[in-house]
T-cell receptor, first 113, second 113 residues
């Protein structure tokens, strides 16, 4: 059974700092890995999707890497802003299923002005 | 364009009552998913629809939970004889054929008293 773990559970940083969020998964036979953002009282917004054959994806100040063999992914946020404050969720698609996502519990990020 | 919508946004019910949660996916999206997010827990997969068929109901926690989808569009998740442990945010997502990304709605917050 696939299990996804995110560390840290919460992170507080001053504005402008670069930061890294970590995600690990137990079954390396994944189709892809996605990073989502969840704002309070709202649904999830997809940030980056990395296919199993890819090593990284970039979008603006966000960079996500994937090391499938070691079961790890990182989300790097450059020059953090207060508007980046949210819960960041990592999810993997795996287990013979091409649709089911297994989520971590998320990292609650607070960027202080 | 319009995103995934869910109704109601909030629902308070008494233990033992039945509830229906509705999801309107993005127009043209053939796949629809239901997830549950309980306090302190990650999102857990409930059920997946491809068109009107549900090839995977493995995530439904008990036979009190059921879901249907009609016309390849709207889906309803029904919880019968609600229990306090059913209290959670129920999230719906949809995706189109050939697109890995799942687009999430804002969720329905269910509180069972």
């Amino acid at each position: 059974k696939q299990e996804v773990t995110q560390i840290p559970a919460a992170l507080s940083v001053p504005e402008g700092e670069n930061l890294v969020l970590n995600c690990s998964f137990t079954d390396s036979a994944i189709y892809n890995l996605q990073w989502f953002r969840q704002d309070p009282g709202k649904g999830l917004t997809s940030l980056l999707l990395i296919q199993s054959s890819q090593r990284e994806q970039t979008s603006g100040r966000l960079n996500a890497s994937l090391d499938k063999s070691s079961g790890r992914s990182t989300l790097y946020i450059a020059a953090s802003q207060p508007g980046d404050s949210a819960t960041y969720l990592c999810a993997v698609k795996s287990g013979g299923s091409n649709y089911k996502l297994t989520f971590g519990k998320g990292t609650l990020l607070t960027v202080n002005p | 364009g319009a995103g995934v919508s869910q109704s109601p946004s909030n629902k308070v019910t008494e233990k033992g009552k039945d509830v229906e949660l509705r999801c309107d996916p993005i127009s043209g999206h053939t796949a629809l998913y239901w997830y549950r997010q309980s306090l302190g827990q990650g999102l857990e997969f409930l059920i997946y629809f491809q068109g009107n068929s549900a090839p995977d109901k493995s995530g439904l926690p008990s036979d009190r939970f059921s879901a249907e989808r009609t016309g390849g569009s709207v889906s309803t998740l029904t919880i019968q004889r609600t229990q306090q442990e059913d209290s959670a945010v129920y999230l719906c997502a949809s995706s189109r054929t050939g697109d890995e990304t799942q687009y999430f709605g804002p969720g329905t917050r269910l509180l069972v008293l």
